[in-house]
């Protein structure tokens, strides 16, 4: 018999496959759970990011999705999660 399938969740979304991979971690597809809307879920493993010099890309990283929010047809942060492990920019 084959093992069932448990999707993972966070915050309101359905995590599904894998899309990209980077230095910190995985890219993955998601879904809200009430809208159905698809987006992107970067899910970075804070046990990578240990250099200042990786703490300070990954800050920069967010800093600019912060700033570019308003801006229509550009990549939009909707909200960061963190878990003990891992941060989930969404």
Not at 62 to 74: G, N, S, V
């Amino acid at each position: 018999p084959r093992s069932s399938f448990r999707a993972k969740s966070i915050g309101h979304y359905v995590l599904m496959k894998t899309i990209g991979e980077g230095t910190f971690g995985k890219v993955k597809l998601g879904t809200h759970i009430l809208t159905g809307e698809r987006v992107a879920v970067k899910v970075l493993e804070k046990e990578r990011i240990q250099e200042l010099a990786d703490v300070e890309r990954v800050a920069r990283e967010i800093h600019i999705l912060k700033l570019i929010r308003r801006c229509r047809h550009i990549i939009q942060l909707y909200e960061i999660i963190e878990t003990p492990r891992q941060l989930y920019l969404i």
